[in-house]
């Protein structure tokens, strides 16, 4: 995971917003990252009007439809945390993860997510210690 997650990707204590600004957020940081081309945001912003990227815990992954897979120049994550949650279609979110994979490296990432955040107090209080080390050594799998 270390190679796919880079510090400045992760943007802590932001203020809540529109679920489609930080989708967007999220693309950009992407996008900035060289993960992505700009067109993968709009993919992104398709799936979650598709079917809701929030996965419960308080953690959505927006990430592009398969039609924008051409977009993905390297796998990458962005993350983004938000003390104050974001109304995700109605469910509250705290942690948002932008995904761009190839090939099927979405699959292990998401185990990777889930498995590192079991419960909504995890990601509480990982986003509550607002501490972007503790974010990506818990995603990275990294040791302090």
């Known amino acids: 995971m270390a190679n796919i997650i880079e510090r400045e990707n992760i943007l ?8 489609e600004d930080a989708i967007r957020r999220c693309g950009e940081q992407l996008v900035k990252a060289g993960c992505v081309k700009p067109a993968y945001i709009g993919g992104m912003l398709e799936r979650d009007r598709s079917f809701t990227t929030a ?17 993905i120049l390297r796998t990458g994550l962005s993350v983004l945390s938000y003390p104050e949650p ?9 942690l948002v993860i932008g995904i761009a994979a190839q090939g099927d490296e979405h699959l292990s990432i998401l185990e990777n997510i889930v498995d ?12 509550r210690a607002g501490d972007r080390e503790a974010v990506y050594r818990l995603l990275t799998g990294e040791e302090a």
């Open 55 to 71: 996965i419960g815990n308080f953690i959505a992954i927006p990430h592009g439809e398969k039609a924008y897979k051409d977009n």
């Open 116 to 127: 590192k955040l079991e419960s909504g107090d995890d990601v509480l209080a990982l986003v």
């Open 12 to 19: 802590l204590n932001l203020a809540p917003e529109p679920r």
């Open 86 to 94: 974001v109304d995700w279609d109605g469910q509250p979110v705290h």
